[in-house]
């Protein structure tokens, strides 16, 4: 799929706790690009040059009726920060759809169960919505270590049972996501599960699945500089050597990697 490289108007900002803001942004063209997966990134050309670098985010979600795409930004530094701080109708540059998407053909009927932890639920919504339109039952755990981050949890709601977890036990299911009522009871019949999280939240996930026979898709957030190859910064080891996570990912099945 082609990638497009333009001016996109914030049409909408939401500041949310924690430091997370939710973006909706319309092209300057009016027509988003065919085709984009759920799982595929954009990268952002911060304002004001506050960082040299674009800073690649997840699609969050993607309304093709009004040519409209979410961002969901936690703001962690000076590029994050520079996004967010711009108000409705300001313009930001970014080139999109980057990398590849998360697996969608299941049989109707399958159970796929989403896990994301923090920030990492972002690319899950698109996600979501794309599998309950194909008749998939979605089962997502959304895991955060307080209250206050499961920002966007009602989102999820019209696509799939939700069941949250937190570390400290101020909502949902006390404790990992590994230790939802979803893991415990439905991990065995799940055609696949699809993740994105910290690291170890993943890798945990991963050797759950691996114990259990259960196929399972992560999504890697390697820091990243050019987001197209080039500069072999975002580099992971897999079976088959090392690749660049921007172009032969984020997403990878875990049979594919070294963990
Ligand atoms: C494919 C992909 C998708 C992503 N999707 C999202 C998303 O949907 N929403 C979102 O908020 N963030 C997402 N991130 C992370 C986001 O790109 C970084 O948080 C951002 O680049 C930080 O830029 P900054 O200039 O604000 O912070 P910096 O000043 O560059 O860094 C501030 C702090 O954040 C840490 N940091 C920087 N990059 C990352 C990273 N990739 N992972 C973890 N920690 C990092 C740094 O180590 C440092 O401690 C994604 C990253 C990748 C690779
Ligand atoms: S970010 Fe440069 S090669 Fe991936």
Redesign the pocket.
Known sequence: MAKVHQNFTITQKCELSAGYCLLHLKPASGKLPEGILPGQ?VEIL?PDN??MLR????I?FVDYNTDRIS???????????AICDLPEGEALDIVLPL?NGFSEDFEAGATVILVGGG?GV??LLYQASKLKDKGIRVKMVYGARTVDELVVAEAFKPYCELEITTDDASAGTPGRVTDSVCFREYLKEAAMVQCCGPGPMMKAVAAACKAHGVACEV??????ACGLGACLC?VEKTVKGNVC??TEG?VFNIEKLTW
């Open positions: 990134f911060a506050a960082t800073r690649p985010i997840s969050h961002l969901l930004i936690r703001r962690v530094g000076n590029g994050t920060n990398g920030v972002a690319p999504s890697l957030e390697n820091m990243m975002c996570v921007c984020p």
